[in-house]
Protein backbone atom coordinates (compact mmCIF):
# COMPACT_ATOMS: atom_id res chain seq x y z
CA UNK A 1 0.00 0.00 0.00
CA UNK A 2 2.69 2.57 1.07
CA UNK A 3 4.84 1.51 -2.21
CA UNK A 4 1.66 2.43 -3.96
CA UNK A 5 1.34 5.73 -2.53
CA UNK A 6 4.87 6.63 -2.77
CA UNK A 7 4.43 5.83 -6.65
CA UNK A 8 1.40 7.91 -7.38
CA UNK A 9 3.03 10.83 -5.55
CA UNK A 10 6.20 10.42 -7.74
CA UNK A 11 3.92 10.66 -10.59
CA UNK A 12 2.28 13.76 -9.10
CA UNK A 13 5.53 15.26 -8.66
CA UNK A 14 6.89 14.33 -12.40
CA UNK A 15 3.43 15.89 -13.87
CA UNK A 16 3.92 19.13 -11.38
CA UNK A 17 7.21 19.71 -13.08
CA UNK A 18 6.14 19.16 -16.93
CA UNK A 19 3.76 21.98 -16.05
CA UNK A 20 5.96 24.15 -14.59
CA UNK A 21 8.53 23.47 -17.73
CA UNK A 22 5.57 24.28 -20.01
CA UNK A 23 5.14 27.63 -18.15
CA UNK A 24 8.92 28.46 -18.32
CA UNK A 25 8.45 27.69 -22.20
CA UNK A 26 5.46 29.55 -22.49
CA UNK A 27 6.98 32.90 -20.80
CA UNK A 28 10.57 32.32 -22.46
CA UNK A 29 8.45 31.49 -26.43
CA UNK A 30 8.85 35.64 -27.18
CA UNK A 31 12.26 36.04 -26.85
CA UNK A 32 13.05 32.69 -28.47
CA UNK A 33 10.62 33.62 -31.20
CA UNK A 34 12.07 36.75 -31.80
CA UNK A 35 16.61 35.32 -31.37
CA UNK A 36 15.38 32.72 -34.50
CA UNK A 37 13.58 35.46 -36.48
CA UNK A 38 16.18 37.60 -36.13
CA UNK A 39 19.17 36.68 -35.62
CA UNK A 40 19.09 32.69 -36.52
CA UNK A 41 17.56 32.18 -39.84
CA UNK A 42 19.21 34.77 -41.06
CA UNK A 43 22.38 33.87 -40.44
CA UNK A 44 21.14 29.97 -42.06
CA UNK A 45 20.04 31.94 -45.14
CA UNK A 46 23.06 34.23 -45.46
CA UNK A 47 25.05 30.77 -45.61
CA UNK A 48 22.79 29.47 -48.13
CA UNK A 49 23.10 32.38 -50.23
CA UNK A 50 26.68 32.06 -50.33
CA UNK A 51 26.40 28.99 -52.18
CA UNK A 52 24.33 30.47 -54.97
CA UNK A 53 24.40 32.90 -57.82
CA UNK A 54 21.91 35.24 -56.59
CA UNK A 55 22.95 38.90 -58.02
CA UNK A 56 21.16 41.33 -60.06
CA UNK A 57 21.78 39.30 -63.22
CA UNK A 58 19.88 36.16 -61.35
CA UNK A 59 17.71 37.91 -58.96
CA UNK A 60 14.67 35.49 -59.77
CA UNK A 61 16.54 32.71 -60.90
CA UNK A 62 19.38 31.96 -59.21
CA UNK A 63 21.18 28.58 -58.43
CA UNK A 64 23.39 26.69 -56.33
CA UNK A 65 26.62 26.77 -57.53
CA UNK A 66 28.17 25.49 -54.67
CA UNK A 67 31.77 26.51 -53.46
CA UNK A 68 32.16 28.78 -56.66
CA UNK A 69 32.06 31.77 -54.83
CA UNK A 70 34.35 30.44 -52.22
CA UNK A 71 37.05 29.62 -54.79
CA UNK A 72 36.71 33.03 -56.25
CA UNK A 73 37.10 35.10 -53.21
CA UNK A 74 40.54 32.55 -51.98
CA UNK A 75 42.06 31.22 -55.21
CA UNK A 76 44.84 34.04 -55.74
CA UNK A 77 44.69 33.77 -59.66
CA UNK A 78 41.22 34.63 -59.71
CA UNK A 79 40.52 38.47 -60.63
CA UNK A 80 37.56 38.46 -57.52
CA UNK A 81 40.38 37.28 -54.99
CA UNK A 82 41.10 41.41 -54.99
CA UNK A 83 37.83 42.07 -53.50
CA UNK A 84 38.92 39.60 -50.36
CA UNK A 85 42.81 38.87 -49.67
CA UNK A 86 44.18 42.53 -49.74
CA UNK A 87 40.68 43.27 -47.57
CA UNK A 88 41.93 40.33 -44.89
CA UNK A 89 45.20 41.53 -44.30
CA UNK A 90 44.34 45.09 -44.10
CA UNK A 91 41.21 44.07 -41.74
CA UNK A 92 43.89 42.21 -39.68
CA UNK A 93 46.77 45.06 -39.70
CA UNK A 94 43.62 47.67 -38.33
CA UNK A 95 42.71 45.33 -36.00
CA UNK A 96 45.49 44.88 -34.03
CA UNK A 97 46.98 48.38 -34.36
CA UNK A 98 43.60 49.87 -33.38
CA UNK A 99 43.20 47.19 -30.32
CA UNK A 100 46.81 47.69 -28.99
CA UNK A 101 47.08 51.24 -29.02
CA UNK A 102 44.02 51.80 -27.66
CA UNK A 103 45.28 49.65 -24.72
CA UNK A 104 48.21 51.05 -24.09
CA UNK A 105 46.81 54.53 -24.15
CA UNK A 106 44.26 53.92 -21.33
CA UNK A 107 46.69 51.88 -19.35
CA UNK A 108 49.06 54.98 -19.33
CA UNK A 109 45.92 57.48 -18.92
CA UNK A 110 45.01 54.44 -16.29
CA UNK A 111 48.62 54.92 -14.26
CA UNK A 112 48.09 58.82 -14.28
CA UNK A 113 44.90 59.04 -12.84
CA UNK A 114 45.65 56.15 -10.30
CA UNK A 115 47.95 58.92 -8.72
CA UNK A 116 46.43 59.49 -5.33
CA UNK A 117 47.97 62.84 -5.07
CA UNK A 118 46.67 64.18 -8.04
CA UNK A 119 44.29 66.34 -6.47
CA UNK A 120 42.16 67.06 -9.95
CA UNK A 121 41.74 62.90 -11.11
CA UNK A 122 38.02 63.00 -10.87
CA UNK A 123 37.60 65.92 -12.92
CA UNK A 124 40.21 64.74 -15.59
CA UNK A 125 38.28 61.12 -15.48
CA UNK A 126 35.23 62.76 -16.28
CA UNK A 127 36.82 64.44 -19.29
CA UNK A 128 39.07 61.30 -20.30
CA UNK A 129 35.45 59.43 -20.88
CA UNK A 130 33.55 61.86 -22.89
CA UNK A 131 34.83 60.20 -26.34
CA UNK A 132 33.59 56.92 -24.73
CA UNK A 133 29.88 59.12 -23.95
CA UNK A 134 29.40 60.57 -27.27
CA UNK A 135 27.51 58.43 -29.61
CA UNK A 136 29.57 56.89 -32.24
CA UNK A 137 27.97 58.54 -35.48
CA UNK A 138 28.07 61.82 -34.51
CA UNK A 139 31.56 61.35 -33.63
CA UNK A 140 32.92 59.78 -36.88
CA UNK A 141 30.82 62.38 -38.26
CA UNK A 142 32.52 65.30 -36.33
CA UNK A 143 35.83 63.76 -37.07
CA UNK A 144 35.51 63.59 -40.96
CA UNK A 145 34.80 67.38 -40.83
CA UNK A 146 38.06 67.92 -38.74
CA UNK A 147 39.68 65.95 -40.78
CA UNK A 148 38.92 67.48 -44.30
CA UNK A 149 41.70 68.58 -46.29
CA UNK A 150 40.41 71.66 -47.05
CA UNK A 151 38.51 72.93 -44.20
CA UNK A 152 39.12 70.83 -41.50
CA UNK A 153 40.21 72.48 -37.94
CA UNK A 154 43.37 69.67 -37.46
CA UNK A 155 44.87 71.07 -40.90
CA UNK A 156 44.26 74.50 -39.73
CA UNK A 157 45.90 74.05 -36.78
CA UNK A 158 49.14 71.99 -37.68
CA UNK A 159 48.80 74.96 -40.68
CA UNK A 160 48.33 77.62 -38.98
CA UNK A 161 50.38 77.25 -35.31
CA UNK A 162 53.50 75.20 -36.30
CA UNK A 163 53.46 75.87 -40.39
CA UNK A 164 53.49 72.31 -41.37
CA UNK A 165 51.83 71.19 -45.09
CA UNK A 166 48.49 70.54 -44.90
CA UNK A 167 48.18 66.62 -44.71
CA UNK A 168 45.47 64.75 -46.68
CA UNK A 169 43.94 62.94 -44.21
CA UNK A 170 41.15 61.74 -46.34
CA UNK A 171 42.21 61.69 -50.23
CA UNK A 172 45.52 59.99 -49.06
CA UNK A 173 45.60 56.16 -48.81
CA UNK A 174 48.68 55.93 -45.83
CA UNK A 175 46.86 59.10 -44.49
CA UNK A 176 43.55 57.86 -44.80
CA UNK A 177 44.30 54.41 -42.96
CA UNK A 178 46.44 56.45 -40.43
CA UNK A 179 43.64 58.81 -39.81
CA UNK A 180 40.87 55.87 -39.31
CA UNK A 181 43.23 54.43 -36.88
CA UNK A 182 43.57 56.79 -34.50
CA UNK A 183 40.10 58.05 -34.33
CA UNK A 184 39.25 54.56 -33.28
CA UNK A 185 42.07 53.96 -31.02
CA UNK A 186 40.46 58.24 -29.85
CA UNK A 187 37.26 56.65 -29.61
CA UNK A 188 38.07 53.00 -27.52
CA UNK A 189 40.84 54.08 -25.33
CA UNK A 190 38.14 54.91 -22.78
CA UNK A 191 36.47 51.81 -22.23
CA UNK A 192 40.62 50.34 -21.89
CA UNK A 193 41.32 53.00 -19.41
CA UNK A 194 38.07 52.63 -17.20
CA UNK A 195 39.27 48.63 -17.39
CA UNK A 196 43.01 49.45 -16.07
CA UNK A 197 41.66 51.61 -13.47
CA UNK A 198 39.69 49.32 -11.95
CA UNK A 199 42.52 46.27 -12.43
CA UNK A 200 44.87 48.94 -10.44
CA UNK A 201 42.69 49.43 -8.16
CA UNK A 202 42.34 46.13 -7.00
CA UNK A 203 46.10 45.78 -6.78
CA UNK A 204 46.66 44.63 -2.89
CA UNK A 205 49.04 47.82 -1.14
CA UNK A 206 51.27 45.40 0.61
CA UNK A 207 52.61 44.50 -2.78
CA UNK A 208 53.68 47.90 -2.70
CA UNK A 209 54.85 48.25 0.06
CA UNK A 210 56.25 45.25 0.12
CA UNK A 211 58.18 46.15 -2.92
CA UNK A 212 59.30 49.57 -1.47
CA UNK A 213 60.89 47.92 1.48
CA UNK A 214 63.28 45.78 -1.08
CA UNK A 215 64.41 49.10 -2.86
CA UNK A 216 62.24 48.48 -5.80
CA UNK A 217 62.43 51.29 -8.26
CA UNK A 218 59.12 52.25 -9.91
CA UNK A 219 59.95 50.92 -13.24
CA UNK A 220 60.69 47.46 -11.21
CA UNK A 221 57.20 48.22 -9.46
CA UNK A 222 55.34 48.62 -12.66
CA UNK A 223 57.09 45.56 -13.92
CA UNK A 224 56.48 43.25 -11.62
CA UNK A 225 53.81 44.04 -9.25
CA UNK A 226 51.39 46.65 -11.54
CA UNK A 227 51.79 44.90 -14.85
CA UNK A 228 51.54 41.24 -14.01
CA UNK A 229 48.00 41.93 -12.33
CA UNK A 230 46.68 44.44 -14.66
CA UNK A 231 47.31 42.12 -17.32
CA UNK A 232 45.44 39.13 -16.23
CA UNK A 233 42.59 41.18 -15.55
CA UNK A 234 42.52 42.97 -18.74
CA UNK A 235 43.35 39.93 -21.22
CA UNK A 236 39.70 38.40 -21.20
CA UNK A 237 38.70 41.96 -21.99
CA UNK A 238 41.52 42.43 -24.96
CA UNK A 239 39.99 39.37 -27.05
CA UNK A 240 36.52 40.92 -27.61
CA UNK A 241 37.75 43.88 -28.03
CA UNK A 242 39.91 42.28 -30.91
CA UNK A 243 36.80 40.97 -31.96
CA UNK A 244 34.91 43.88 -31.92
CA UNK A 245 37.15 46.09 -34.28
CA UNK A 246 37.69 43.68 -36.64
CA UNK A 247 34.29 44.30 -37.46
CA UNK A 248 33.92 47.74 -36.86
CA UNK A 249 31.63 49.04 -39.64
CA UNK A 250 31.34 52.57 -38.20
CA UNK A 251 34.88 53.92 -38.05
CA UNK A 252 35.56 52.90 -41.57
CA UNK A 253 32.39 53.70 -43.45
CA UNK A 254 31.84 56.72 -41.39
CA UNK A 255 34.84 58.59 -41.65
CA UNK A 256 36.21 57.68 -45.30
CA UNK A 257 33.34 55.80 -46.68
CA UNK A 258 36.12 52.94 -47.49
CA UNK A 259 37.85 55.52 -49.69
CA UNK A 260 40.44 56.81 -51.17
CA UNK A 261 39.38 54.72 -54.33
CA UNK A 262 41.75 51.35 -55.64
CA UNK A 263 42.59 51.17 -58.70
CA UNK A 264 43.44 47.69 -58.55
CA UNK A 265 40.07 47.15 -56.89
CA UNK A 266 36.92 48.90 -58.79
CA UNK A 267 34.51 47.63 -55.65
CA UNK A 268 36.28 49.02 -52.41
CA UNK A 269 38.80 51.56 -51.68
CA UNK A 270 41.87 51.75 -49.39
CA UNK A 271 40.50 52.05 -46.08
CA UNK A 272 37.93 49.11 -46.57
CA UNK A 273 37.57 46.16 -44.37
CA UNK A 274 35.87 43.36 -44.42
CA UNK A 275 32.53 44.07 -43.28
CA UNK A 276 32.16 47.65 -45.23
CA UNK A 277 33.11 45.09 -48.14
CA UNK A 278 30.21 42.89 -47.38
CA UNK A 279 28.18 45.98 -47.23
CA UNK A 280 29.32 47.35 -50.34
CA UNK A 281 29.12 44.30 -52.70
CA UNK A 282 25.45 43.53 -51.28
CA UNK A 283 23.78 47.05 -51.11
CA UNK A 284 26.19 49.19 -53.59
CA UNK A 285 27.05 46.49 -56.42
CA UNK A 286 23.57 43.99 -55.88
CA UNK A 287 26.12 41.09 -55.60
CA UNK A 288 24.43 39.20 -52.73
CA UNK A 289 26.39 36.20 -52.99
CA UNK A 290 29.46 37.26 -52.76
CA UNK A 291 28.31 39.92 -50.11
CA UNK A 292 27.08 36.67 -48.04
CA UNK A 293 30.52 34.95 -48.76
CA UNK A 294 32.09 37.79 -47.50
CA UNK A 295 30.33 37.84 -44.29
CA UNK A 296 30.08 33.78 -43.90
CA UNK A 297 34.62 33.89 -44.35
CA UNK A 298 34.60 36.64 -41.66
CA UNK A 299 32.07 35.00 -39.22
CA UNK A 300 34.57 32.03 -39.44
CA UNK A 301 37.62 34.13 -38.90
CA UNK A 302 36.78 36.09 -36.18
CA UNK A 303 36.05 32.71 -34.46
CA UNK A 304 39.22 31.16 -35.45
CA UNK A 305 41.03 34.24 -34.16
CA UNK A 306 39.67 34.67 -31.03
CA UNK A 307 39.44 30.82 -30.15
CA UNK A 308 43.56 30.99 -31.00
CA UNK A 309 44.02 33.46 -28.62
CA UNK A 310 41.79 32.20 -26.07
CA UNK A 311 43.34 29.26 -26.23
CA UNK A 312 47.22 30.26 -26.25
CA UNK A 313 46.93 33.02 -23.66
CA UNK A 314 44.47 30.76 -21.40
CA UNK A 315 41.95 33.62 -20.95
CA UNK A 316 38.44 32.89 -20.08
CA UNK A 317 40.57 29.68 -18.09
CA UNK A 318 38.70 28.20 -14.84
CA UNK A 319 40.86 28.80 -12.13
CA UNK A 320 40.33 26.29 -8.55
CA UNK A 321 39.69 28.62 -5.21
Known amino acids: MATVMEMRRSHGRER ?36 TDFNQMHFLSYQFVGLKNYEELLNPHDPLSNLFLPT ?30 MRERTLYRMLLIVPWAVPNL ?8 LLNDQYGQINALLHGVFGLPRIPWLTSA ?41 GANWWQVFRYVTMPSVWRISLPLLIPSFSYNFNNFNASYLLTGGGPPNSNNPFLGQTDILATAAYKMTLTFNRYDLGATISVLLFILVALISWVQMRYTGAFKEVDA
Open 138 to 145: ISMLAWQG
Open 174 to 214: LWARIAVIMVNVWAGFPYMMTVCLGALQSIPTDQYEAAEID
Open 16 to 51: AKRRVDWIAYGYLSPALVTICVLSILPIFYTIYISF
Open 88 to 117: FIWTLVYALCTTALAYLVGLFLAVLLNNKH
